[in-house]
């Protein structure tokens, strides 16, 4: 029988923390064969309501399931993780400036990053869901030395998933015949979905759509907006959509692409595609055996470059404002 693989879950009281919790004690995390024990990280507010999630989890009775701890300490949260779901943030509220968010963020994921790096075991993987999702992996990252730096990535597979599905509705095609789109830069406003290289059975999903006015005054700004039009439309923000996208990145960086396939994750950039080395920016990637590689050789028009770099810009900045504060 296989070790139980320890996955820590941090805002495991919030709404996503609800979504995500029980996909994971099924398997669909890691397989259906991989036991899991949670480590639910909460702030002192929150544990009671923790507590309640762990009791309902307890009740599913789920053969996976190998045990639940709920911690208020980061220290003893990310004891031993071998997955960390970083989904616990600080929202922007009311009059909060930019530099306002970011420091509040900071003094969330400036310790959970020294706390992976102390308490973690060797084979940590993090994915950030919390927002400004790119930069508090970069924050969370940068308080790591230890840890392998590409081991830290944020959340852009709810925007691809978001992406897949619109151009599906727009061409009348199954979803699952969509193949090869990519997020590039920020999960913010500024992403940039790309279909390009996108293939959609088989053909190439610019050709298919063969719409550049749709393209830039459509569908960017629907799959870039998605998340304004749920908060409109359910009063509250994507949860279960947003934990099904945790779920797949997780699945995909460890049980890997199908081959003529790809994905888009938030990952510290090596300079590919002329994004400045170490921001953590949306790539288009293959994974592997636990591993992922960016796709290299794409061509990039003049209509992807200006999206790529504007969304860049903002990263850049985001990293310039976070140093300037000693978060990083
Ligand atoms: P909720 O407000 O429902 O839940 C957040 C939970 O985090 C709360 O229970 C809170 O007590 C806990 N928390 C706060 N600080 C913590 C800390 N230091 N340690 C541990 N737990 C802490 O938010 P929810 O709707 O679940 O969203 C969570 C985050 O996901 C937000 O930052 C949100 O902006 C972000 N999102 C990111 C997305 C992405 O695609 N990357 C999409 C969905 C979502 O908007």
């Known amino acids: 029988t296989r070790t139980p693989v320890n996955v820590t879950v941090t805002g495991a009281a919030g709404q996503i923390g609800y979504a995500l919790l029980f996909r994971i004690a099924s398997g669909h995390l890691l397989g259906a064969?991989?036991?899991?024990?949670?480590?639910?990280?909460?702030?002192?507010?929150?544990?009671k309501a923790a507590e309640g999630t762990a009791m309902e989890l307890d009740d599913c009775a789920f053969p996976l399931l190998k045990g639940i701890d709920i911690f208020d300490d980061p220290n003893k949260g990310f004891e031993g993780a071998n997955?960390?779901?970083?989904?616990?943030?600080?929202?922007?509220t009311k009059g909060m400036e930019r530099g306002d968010l970011l420091s509040a963020n900071g003094g969330i994921f400036k310790p959970q990053g020294a706390a992976i790096n102390a308490h973690a075991a060797d084979d940590i993987?993090?994915?950030?869901?919390?927002n400004p999702a790119n930069t508090n992996a970069l924050i969370a990252q940068a308080a790591a030395p230890d840890v392998p730096a590409e081991r830290f990535t944020a959340m852009t597979r709810l925007d691809h998933n978001r992406a897949i599905s619109q151009l599906a509705a727009k061409t009348g095609a199954a979803v699952s015949d969509i193949k090869r789109l990519t997020i590039w830069g920020n999960h913010s406003a500024t992403q940039y979905p790309d279909i390009f290289h996108a293939e959609i059975a088989g053909k190439n999903a610019a050709e298919v759509v063969s719409d550049e006015q749709w393209l830039a005054d459509t569908f960017i700004p629907t799959v870039a907006k998605r998340g304004a039009a749920i908060i409109e439309a359910r009063g509250a923000s994507s949860a279960a959509s947003a934990a099904n996208a945790a779920i797949d990145h997780v699945h995909t960086w460890v049980n890997g692409t199908a081959a003529g396939d790809w994905t888009s994750m938030g990952i510290p950039s090596d300079g590919s595609y002329g994004v400045p080395e170490g921001i953590i920016s949306s790539f288009p990637v293959t994974t592997k055996d636990g591993k992922y590689e960016i796709v290299q050789g794409l061509d990039i028009n003049e209509f992807s470059r200006a999206r790529i770099d504007a969304s860049v810009a903002e990263l850049v900045e985001e990293r310039d404002a976070v140093r300037e504060l000693g978060l990083i």
């Open 33 to 47: 064969d991989v036991p899991v024990k949670l480590r639910l990280l909460e702030i002192p507010q929150g544990m």
């Open 125 to 130: 993987k993090v994915l950030v869901v919390g």
């Open 83 to 92: 997955v960390a779901l970083l989904v616990g943030a600080r929202p922007r």
